[in-house]
């Protein structure tokens, strides 16, 4: 379930984890305070500390387990695992307006891949979509650097996997794009 | 007569919604912030307009040069000019009538000026080819004209206007509000609701003053060092540190995310201040004010720090520790939310509420800002933003934040209209107004979060791969609807009618 919740579509329902029942609390509340029930309420002042105590006690632990249950899924906490033992694939690019430059296009899947980028003239994004369109990573790159920006990914499913800069880079920035493909390990 | 009185009346249209009042005595705290909302709205209409070619390029398969030039100014005059701009003028009106002080004086005529004449050039910068978006992704006006795609001399004008932008903003208007607070003597007779310092509404926007004023100081530097560059004042050689990404990009976001962040400290306090007048029992007291503050403190200490998750992405060059700290930070921003999403509800629980447009678009506002909240926390992040940054949800998340403080001021001004004014505005059309706006931007919102999460770039001229033509639609369909809206608030703005007392109708509020 988690690697379902730490991707795109997992930030998405978090998101409205936290807001909606915020949002029918803050309607509910308004709505009954300004129309049905105006009158005071017959809490008194010190019946509202428990509440409170709850609310920011729930607020912390969400917090504090949502982020380290991300732990896992951070790319170099990931890459450490899947590198244990197994030698990775260097790939290295460089972003140029408006392409890319690779060292290699065809991956083999389940072996894990560093790609290292630079950027030679502006900013740019590395991006990298399953072929089922979601995003796996990104990658920012800034012209100068003293290394280059790195990301270790382990491809499970043989396919084509666009690349995309998704950092804005001038007027052709929607035709900067690539493919990567993925093969079945030998 | 003020200038900024002569001005708001000279101007078509939009004069005639802001006409200032002069029969109370309070001009000298009206002029000047008048100005600037009519100003802001100006340019809301502009953005809304130039918002309106980025689905028509898509929709009608138009040069993606016209996407990209109406992207960089619809973002810029919508956070600026628009929104920066509005903020000011109401906020200052606020502070003006609780600290007894006039707003005149060479200090706002040169914000309103700096923020106006720098919009103006920014705007003629990118007629004149510049496309570099709202945050200017430095290096690439160098760039663009060193490729040939844009001329070095719309980048030396497009530079000059931000950089008014930028004195406005970090400059001219913390100055404003630090000397109102601080220096000059209090005037009894402009006083319209006294207030302190330690109270939630003087606090938040004392901090944001002080946040735009530190955080944009670094900027200031590095942004004079390359104008002077440009225009050959100083040797290229001895401006190259501040030409380079790195540096620039760092002390961008170090101003960037903080204007953000003194913006939502400015909201708080207006939410803080204007809650407590519109209860039903008449106490206008907060749950708690030391709650409310340590709010706003929690607000102001995490997030000075937490812009570092804008650089995720960049590892190793941003060190991991940075991150985590750029993660937490802004996880801690949230713990800040959940108080004063507290606070509030456990006031209005307290003491009723009056349900007027003014409040409850202040509230729907809030609401907004919380969904933002949640949505900026998570793609802060270290996991998701690697799956998130760069997309939609980036987009919306900002589009989020500026349409909800948006929102919270212009509820915010329908209790400052009538001192503004001396008019009254219309119940059921600000009613409509609210009601119009909550489907236009929460349907927006989410629909660009959903976007982000289905990994539809931002800034990206070509939305028919992998079906986000869906999401760009319905963005559309609830832009449209927020459209509607703002003309609904401006037709109330020009319908108001004359009040016989309106420093009665404020006290009445």
Redesign the interface.
């Known amino acids: 379930m988690l690697d379902y919740v730490y991707t795109g579509w997992g930030a998405f329902w978090v998101t409205m984890f936290m807001f909606v029942p915020f949002a029918l609390m803050a309607y509910w509340v308004i709505r009954r305070k300004s129309l049905v029930d105006t009158g005071p309420t017959q809490l008194q002042p010190g019946e509202f500390a428990p509440i409170e105590g709850v609310w920011l006690t729930f607020a912390f632990i969400f917090f504090v387990v949502a982020n380290l249950a991300s732990l896992k899924f951070i790319p170099w906490a990931a890459a450490s695992g899947a590198t244990d033992g197994e030698a990775e694939v260097q790939v290295d690019f460089t972003a140029k307006s408006w392409s890319y430059d690779i060292s290699n296009r065809q991956i083999e899947a389940g072996k894990p891949v560093r790609f290292s980028g630079r950027a030679s003239d502006t900013q740019h994004g590395f991006a990298v979509y399953h072929p089922d369109g979601r995003v796996l990573f990104t990658m920012l790159m800034m012209p100068g650097t003293a290394k280059p920006t790195s990301v270790v990914y382990t491809f499970k499913d043989p396919g084509k996997y666009a690349v995309r800069c998704l950092e804005y880079c001038g007027v052709a920035h929607h035709r900067m794009q690539d493919e990567l493909t993925v093969v079945k390990a030998n | 007569m003020s200038i900024a009185t002569t001005l708001v009346k000279s101007t078509p249209i939009f004069g005639k919604m802001f006409a200032v009042d002069k029969s109370t005595g309070l001009e000298e705290i009206n002029a000047w912030p008048a100005l600037m909302i009519m100003s802001s709205f100006v340019w809301l209409v502009v953005a809304g307009l130039l918002g309106l070619v980025m689905p028509a390029t898509q929709i009608f398969d138009l040069s ?2 016209h996407f ?1 030039t109406t992207l960089t100014l619809h973002g810029a005059a919508l956070t600026f000019p628009f929104s920066f701009q509005l903020m000011m003028g109401v906020g200052l009106h606020r502070s003006g009538g609780c600290v007894g002080k006039a707003i005149t004086g060479w200090l706002p005529a040169l914000a309103w000026l700096s923020m106006n004449l720098g919009g103006a050039i920014l705007t003629v910068a990118v007629l004149m080819g510049l ?1 570099v ?1 709202v945050v200017v ?4 006006p160098l ?2 004209a060193q ?1 040939g ?1 844009w001329s070095m001399e719309s980048v030396i004008v497009g530079f000059t206007g931000i950089y008014l932008v930028l004195s406005c903003m970090i400059l001219w208007y913390p100055l404003l509000v630090l000397k109102m607070m601080f220096f000059g003597k209090k005037r009894p007779e402009l006083v319209l609701s006294e207030r302190s310092l330690n109270e939630p509404g003087m606090l938040g926007m004392l901090l944001a003053a002080a946040t735009l004023l530190l955080t944009g100081l670094p900027l200031v530097v590095v942004g004079t060092t390359l104008l002077l560059a440009l225009y050959k004042i100083l040797p290229m050689s001895l401006a190259a540190w501040a030409a ?3 540096v620039f ?1 760092y002390t961008f976001y170090l101003f960037a995310h903080n204007l953000m962040e003194a913006m939502a400290l400015m909201v708080a306090s207006a939410m803080y201040a204007t809650l407590p007048l519109y209860l ?2 008449g106490s206008r007291k907060l ?1 708690s004010e030391k ?1 409310a503050n340590l709010a706003l403190w929690i607000l102001l200490v995490t997030s000075v720090t937490s812009g570092l998750h804008h ?1 995720i ?5 941003q060190p ?1 520790a940075l991150s985590y700290w750029g ?2 930070m802004s ?1 801690g921003t ?2 800040g939310a ?2 004063s ?2 606070t509030v ?2 006031t ?8 007027e447009p003014g409040i ?1 678009a202040v ?1 729907v506002g809030w ?1 907004l800002y ?2 933002d909240g ?2 900026a ?3 802060s ?4 933003t ?6 939609m ?1 980036q987009s919306g998340h900002f589009m989020t934040v500026i349409l909800a403080m948006s929102m919270m001021w212009m509820g915010v001004l329908y209790h400052h209209y009538p001192v503004l004014t001396g008019r009254r505005l219309d119940p059921a059309l600000g009613n409509r107004y609210v009601r119009m706006m909550t489907v236009g931007s929460f349907g927006a919102a989410i629909t660009m ?2 976007g ?4 539809m ?6 939305w028919h ?3 986000w033509m869906l999401y760009g639609n319905l963005i559309l369909f609830f832009g449209l609807i927020l459209g509607a809206s703002f003309a609904v608030y401006f037709y109330n703005l020009m319908k108001s009618r004359e009040i016989s007392s309106p420093m009665g109708e404020l006290a009445t509020a």
């Not at chain 2, 992704?137 to 690439?140: D, S």
């Not at chain 2, 992405?313 to 060059?317: D, H, L, R, S």
């Not at chain 2, 209005?348 to 349900?355: D, E, N, T």
């Open positions: 993606s040069d990209y496309k978006s992704m430095f290096p690439l760039v663009g490729m795609v380079d990404p790195v990009q039903a029992d749950y709650l650089f992405t960049f590892y190793p060059n991991a993660n937490i996880w949230g713990m959940a108080i999403v507290f509800l456990a209005i629980w307290q003491h009723g509420l009056k349900p409850i509230l609401a919380i969904l949640a949505s926390i998570v793609t992040n270290i996991a998701w690697y799956q998130l940054h760069g997309t949800w979060l959903a982000g999460a289905a990994g770039p931002r800034r990206f001229a070509d791969p992998e079906g």
